[in-house]
C-alpha cells in the first residue's frame, strides 16, 4: 500500500559527499515526521535527522553541521545531504515515514525504507 524508495548510498572516501533520497508512494493522505535513521555491523539503528511536516528539524550530535535533511512535500520526499563524510558514518541508512493513508488518524503508521548502504573509506 505505501513503499518508500531510498537512493543515493554508495562508496566515497573520507571528506567526500553523498545524497539520499527516499520517495513516499502509495496511498497516502497526510506524511508527518520523516527521518533518517542507520545501522551500523554489531550496532543498533540509531536516529540521524528528523523533520517535521513544517520543517523543523532535529540532528544526531555526530551528524550536525555536517549533514542537513530536508524534504520536498510536493513530492514525499525526503532528502539527506551529506557532506564532510567519515568513516564512522558508514551504515546502512533507512528513512522513515509517518503517515496517515486515510482522513483518519486510525489510519497513522510508521513505514520504513529498504535501507541503502553508505560506505567511508579512510
Known amino acids: 500500500q505505501v513503499q518508500l524508495v531510498e537512493a543515493g548510498g554508495g562508496s566515497v572516501q573520507a571528506g567526500g559527499s553523498l545524497t539520499l533520497s527516499c520517495a513516499a508512494s502509495?496511498?497516502?493522505?497526510?506524511?508527518?515526521?520523516m527521518g533518517w535513521y542507520r545501522q551500523a555491523p554489531g550496532k543498533q539503528r540509531d536516529m540521524v535527522a528528523t523533520?517535521?511536516?513544517?520543517?523543523?528539524?532535529n540532528y544526531a550530535d555526530s551528524v550536525k553541521d555536517r549533514f542537513t535533511i530536508s524534504r520536498d512535500n510536493t513530492k514525499n520526499t525526503v532528502y539527506l545531504q551529506m557532506n564532510s563524510l567519515k568513516p564512522e558514518d558508514t551504515a546502512v541508512y533507512y528513512c522513515?515515514?509517518?503517515?496517515?493513508?486515510?482522513?483518519?488518524?486510525?489510519?497513522?503508521?510508521?513505514?520504513w525504507g529498504q535501507g541503502t548502504q553508505v560506505t567511508v573509506s579512510s
Open positions: 523533520i517535521t511536516s513544517s520543517g523543523s528539524t
Open positions: 502509495g496511498t497516502i493522505y497526510r506524511i508527518n515526521d
Open positions: 522513515n515515514a509517518q503517515l496517515w493513508t486515510g482522513i483518519s488518524r486510525a489510519s497513522e503508521n510508521n513505514y
